[in-house]
């Protein structure tokens, strides 16, 4: 049942504050200000030398931005690997690491065969997951639920925001169990995650503007995404929805990449799509623009109004997401690059929630 909606994938854009909420509400005491201990059920993170996290497709890039989140405030080295890649390498496996593995589907080939490896190799493997009935889930030695829902859509949104959920959860857990934050550290970052839903749904009013900037890049042939920080897994997995979705060529760069190739393509008909909050890396992501700007390239910016303001850069489409601590940018960001992706595709005509050539589960290699 798509209610209201025109297809299942704005459905479950929609259904984002809830279910985020649910999954933070079920790893975080928001009243207490503290993780709760029980739901991530004995993973002994103090222990730990390494954590390797192994995924596909958009549960990959929100394992990318756990990466961020687990070694600035766990102090914990992370390997991210694409599952196809990590199976097959043969790279050794530390006898006090944790694998980690992301699937909605729990039934992904690839990433159930890394499970394996990481298992015959000696390690504990946790299970992030939404099908908790799934391959995945049963062979784990730990299952940290997303508590997303059904995802029918092929191109996922609300799985991906759970995932992100339970890696910040995570994160900060593995913060406190290895001393490197305090007690004011741990509360200040869960009031800062309990305030997600309720800026999900500030961006949600921002459809109507993604709308009609969406209008005018479905007539262009090729989008870049660009970002820093955990924006830039973001600019990757912008790429990703919008050409699963609308089969429009898009790429996304670390915007400190820009110089080291990608700028070549830059002209007058390629739009760049900028992912940058007002954050300590703002001015190098700014310079990034005055690049694209000088030679005609078209930039849509998604910041703050601190941003806007410190930009000062002539001929850019700004979108103005609230302010907030950089923790949480990723969660809330996502949401205006959903929609751009979704109504792109929409006034293509595509067959949004079916994609050519994809499939929901993807079992075989
Ligand atoms: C993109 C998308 C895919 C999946 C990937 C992994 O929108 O849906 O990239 O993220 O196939 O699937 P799961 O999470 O089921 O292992």
Known sequence: DKGNHRHFMAKEIYEQPEVVGHTLGHYLDFAGGRCAPD??????????????????GTAYYAGLVAKYWFERFARLPVDIDIASEFRYREQPLTPNGLSIV????????????SLRYAKAEGQKVAAIVNVQ?????????FVLPTLAGPEIGVASTKAFSCQLSVLASL????GKARG????????RLVRALSEIPRLMSQALRLETQMEALARDLAKVQHILYLGRGTSYPLALEGALKLKEISYIHAEGYAAGELKHGPIALIDENMPVVVIAPYDRIFDKTVSNMQEVAARGGRIILLTDPKGRDAAAIDAVETVILPEMPSTITPLVYTIPIQLL???????????????????????VE
């Open 39 to 56: 739901a991530i059920g004995g993973i002994d993170f103090a222990s730990l030398d390494r954590l390797s996290i192994t995924a596909c």
């Open 102 to 113: 992301v699937s909605q589907s729990g039934e992904t080939a690839d990433t159930l065969a």
């Open 133 to 141: 009935e799934s391959t995945i889930a049963r062979e784990s030695d």
């Open 171 to 174: 994160a900060v857990a593995a």
């Open 180 to 187: 490197h934050l305090t007690d004011v550290d741990e509360e």
């Open 341 to 363: 992706a979704y109504h792109t595709a929409v006034f293509m005509g595509t067959d949004v929630d079916q994609p050519r050539n994809l499939a929901k589960s993807v079992t």
